[in-house]
């Protein structure tokens, strides 16, 4: 089977916006069926398992079947140029189209840099073309590591095509709060679709628990629903997957230079320590210990900035291949 027709009457995530992307007609992630990526870099702010001593080789698709408002990587997802509900604008995303041949490269060039991994970040709307990226690659003598980081909005048929392919899961849990999630993320069936897709990857991980790193970011004024996710890791997760527990949450001002800002519609303001020492506080009640904590984050300097050849500091990354390469 040739797994690109799967552009065809699109289908690949939950949404299933049914639009033929092999024709050029971009679905909710605002994308056809050509690989367009932004970036690609050793990164040394994952968890450290996955940064290691090398950094973990992160390679940043552009275009997301969420529509998050406070996106940190708004100028490749689209997120937060969400001007009317389900309604994208497209011309303003970051990324330029890659072949088989130079994605094959820039995994190879990211191995030889001393990358730990090679980190797919956010590319379940294009399955069909990292696979066989990923195929080409190892074909051509990739052996590191394959990390899949996702918002977790996936579907179990286009998970099944990365079986065999991935070696460490990591997705977010972002909300099992419908109206949450219809809310900051645009899309009110996320905590059904993430928490299937989570199990599925606990079901189908190698047998180390290491092997699924379930991300969740604590929203400020919205305690409870992170305390209905620890609740559900408690119940379903612990012993076969690890916890990532993230403070970083940002208030972006503004997005898209058309004055759209997403504090109208989301926390106007960091984590307050007194939150951030609840959530520690319930950690302890429900006997979660295995996984990470992120420390108390309160500043926006750590922001990529994606026009920049190195979006991030230099502390956190080493730049490897940027869309505005000459090639």
Not at 155 to 166: A, D, P, R, V
Request: hydrophobic content about 35%; glycine content about 10%.
């Amino acid at each position: 089977m040739d797994i690109s027709t799967l552009y065809q009457n699109c289908r690949l995530c939950p949404r299933a916006c049914g639009v033929d992307r092999l024709a050029g007609s971009d679905g909710f992630c605002g994308e056809s069926s050509q690989l367009k990526l932004a970036f690609a870099g050793l990164h040394r702010g994952e968890e450290p398992p996955l940064s290691g001593k090398g950094g973990s080789g992160t390679i940043f698709v552009s275009g997301c079947n969420l529509g998050c408002i406070f996106c940190q990587n708004w100028q490749i997802s689209g997120g937060g140029q969400t001007v009317k509900r389900h309604e994208r604008r497209q011309d303003q995303r970051l990324g330029r189209i890659v072949s088989t041949d130079e994605f094959t490269a820039i995994c190879l060039k990211l191995q030889k840099s001393g990358a730990e991994n090679i980190n797919m970040v956010t590319g379940s709307h294009a399955v069909p073309a990292i696979v066989q990226g990923l195929i080409a690659a190892k074909a051509a003598g990739l052996n590191i590591p394959v990390l899949w980081n996702s918002s977790g909005y996936e579907s179990l048929e286009t998970l099944e095509l990365l079986n065999g392919h991935i070696d460490t899961y990591m997705p977010d849990l972002k909300t099992l709060d419908s109206s949450l999630a219809a809310k900051f993320f645009n899309v009110p069936d996320y905590p059904q679709a993430a928490s299937q897709a989570i199990l599925w990857m606990m079901r189908h991980r190698p047998q180390q628990p290491c092997h699924v790193i379930i991300r969740h970011l604590i929203l400020p004024g919205h305690l409870e629903s992170t305390r209905a996710v620890l609740r559900w890791f408690a119940d379903n997760a612990r012993g076969s997957a690890l916890l990532s527990l993230m403070s970083q949450y940002t208030p972006i001002k503004e997005t898209n230079g058309l004055g759209y800002s997403s504090l109208v519609h989301s926390p106007g303001r960091f984590l307050s320590k007194r939150e951030y020492e609840t959530v520690m506080g319930w950690l302890e009640e429900l006997g979660i210990e295995d996984g990470f904590c992120q420390e108390l984050l309160t500043g926006s300097d750590w922001l990529p900035d994606f026009n920049r050849c190195n979006p991030f500091s230099s502390d956190l990354s080493v730049a490897v291949w940027h869309f505005m390469d000459v090639v």
